[in-house]
């Protein structure tokens, strides 16, 4: 089974896209009131996003034992 050698951009747009998104709510809460509407739109929106980030990059450190996207554990066999 050969492996496919993926770009850079391939492999971490998701989270780049979830970053970017959590960047642009923090920078619209910073400019605006968050007594109004539309700021306290902004701080749940970053309540939001950031755990979408958190389990974005969360996962992709994890694995499923036996499923064959997962990465192989240095120095353990898998058992069958």
Do not use: C
């Not at 089974?1 to 951009?9: E, G, K, P, Q, V």
């Not at 960047?23 to 109004?36: A, C, E, F, N, S």
């Amino acid at each position: 089974m050969s492996r496919h050698r993926h770009s850079f951009l391939y492999r971490h747009s998701l989270s780049m896209v979830a970053v970017g998104l959590l960047v642009v709510w923090i920078v619209g809460y910073r400019m605006l009131d968050p007594k109004t509407h539309l700021g306290a739109f902004f701080g749940n929106a970053i309540a939001d996003w950031s755990g979408s980030v958190v389990i974005i990059l969360g996962t992709k450190f994890l694995y499923e034992v036996g499923s064959p996207e997962s990465r192989p554990v240095k120095g353990k066999q898998r058992s069958a």
